[in-house]
Every structure is written in structure tokens, then in C-alpha cells.
């Protein structure tokens, strides 16, 4: 069965530094890996996909990240953090099998100016 | 504006009053689905539906309802409300993964729903 775990609820980092938001997964079948982020009082909107095409996969705002298949991981990195990154991030994974989309529990993201 | 809406965005109600939160979108979407998120608890589907008058439970389908007889509106509904339903619901839709197009889900804005 496929399942996500993001590691740490709360990141904190300082404005400029580096972005790391960790993401692990579990899939019997080659999956189909998201990150989407939530705003305060909005709905998710996504940030990046990885459907197989290439395992760097570039987002929006600065965001990337890449799919590592021996490590399982799907982690989301940013060079430098900005104060409007300041937001919670969920990893989600799809098997393909169906539309089912599954979510981790969300990793909410500080920046310290 | 490619959308998908929710009314109402919040609402306050007592135990055991029927309630509906509608779900619309402009997308043309085949699948729809509702989650409720909690903190610490991430999002958790509570029914989908992968086309019109075709829904199926969640992980989390108790004291819920859905219905879909049209394509672009797929309403919760809450027969008899219970405080541990207080929560922030989401609806999302997406095109169905056979077209071999992007499988991302488009979520609206949130309900956030208060069961005294």
C-alpha cells in the first residue's frame, strides 16, 4: 500500500538560507510523487509533480525537487528562503492504479528574517 | 477562471442539524473528492467519485454523505453533525488518470466547520 511520511511538523530556517522539507514514501508501483502547498486560510495549490519524465522536477517560486528511487524520497528544496514562503507543504503520492492521491500529515514552514 | 468553489467558506452549527457544503467546478473534472484536515492528522478523504452518479468511501466516510448527479457538483452532506466533525473540508477535483494527462487535484478554498 502506498503511504507518505514527511519528516518534522514545523521547519524553521532563516530568510536567504536553504530550504530542505523531507519526503519518504512507500509504492509497489513506480509512482506518481506531488508537493503542494497551503497558504494560510487557502486551499492546497500544487507546487510540483513528478510523473516519471525526468527526476529533477522544477516547481513554482523557486522550489524543486528530486525523486530519488533508491532512497524512496521526494525532497523539496528552495536555495533561498523568502518570508513569503512561510506555509505548510504536503507531500502526496499516487500509484496510478486509481485517482487516489495520498497525503502526508504536512510540514509547516517558518522563516526566521 | 478554472475554479473549483466551495459554499459556505464557514459555518457554525449544533449537533444533529442536517447540513450541505457545496462543491463546484468549471473544469470539466470526471473526479471529485472531499477531505477533511486536522492538525497533525494531514488531509483525509472522506468519499470520491470518479464520474457522475459513481462515489465510493474514503478512509474517513463515516457521518458523511455524497451525491454526484451532475459532472461539475459533488455536495457533503452531514445527516446529523457531531463535534468531532469540526474540522476544515476540502473539495478537489481532477481529470481521471486514462487520459494520460496530469493527475494533479485542484482544491478549493476550504470549509471550515464548527459542530457545537
Known amino acids: 500500500a502506498q503511504s507518505v511520511t514527511q519528516l518534522g511538523s514545523h521547519v524553521s530556517v532563516s530568510e536567504g538560507a536553504l530550504v530542505l522539507l523531507r519526503c519518504n514514501y512507500s509504492?509497489?508501483?513506480?509512482?506518481?510523487l506531488f508537493w503542494y502547498v497551503q497558504y494560510p486560510n487557502q486551499g492546497l495549490q500544487l507546487l510540483l509533480k513528478y510523473t516519471s519524465a525526468a527526476t529533477l522536477v522544477k516547481g513554482i517560486n523557486g522550489f524543486e525537487a528530486e525523486f530519488k528511487k533508491s532512497e524512496t524520497s521526494f525532497h523539496l528544496t528552495k536555495p533561498s528562503a523568502h518570508m513569503s514562503d512561510a506555509a505548510e507543504y504536503f507531500c502526496?503520492?499516487?500509484?496510478?492504479?486509481?485517482?487516489?492521491?495520498?497525503f502526508g500529515k504536512g510540514t509547516r514552514l517558518h522563516i526566521l528574517p | 477562471e478554472a475554479q473549483v468553489t466551495q459554499n459556505p467558506r464557514y459555518l457554525i452549527t449544533v449537533t444533529g442539524k442536517k447540513l450541505t457544503v457545496t462543491c463546484s467546478q468549471n473544469m470539466n473534472h470526471e473526479y471529485m473528492s472531499w477531505y477533511r484536515q486536522d492538525p497533525g492528522l494531514g488531509l483525509r478523504q472522506i468519499y470520491y467519485?470518479?464520474?457522475?452518479?459513481?462515489?465510493d468511501k474514503g478512509d474517513v466516510p463515516e457521518g458523511y454523505k455524497v451525491s454526484r448527479k451532475e459532472k461539475r457538483n459533488f455536495p457533503l452532506i452531514l445527516e446529523s453533525p457531531s463535534p468531532n466533525q469540526t474540522s476544515l473540508y476540502f473539495c478537489a477535483s481532477s481529470l481521471p488518470r486514462d487520459r494520460g494527462r496530469s493527475r494533479e487535484q485542484f482544491f478549493g478554498p476550504g470549509t471550515r466547520l464548527t459542530v457545537l
Open positions: 502526496a503520492v499516487s500509484e496510478g492504479r486509481d485517482d487516489k492521491i495520498i
Open positions: 467519485s470518479m464520474n457522475v452518479e459513481v462515489t
Open positions: 509504492s509497489s508501483v513506480p509512482p506518481y
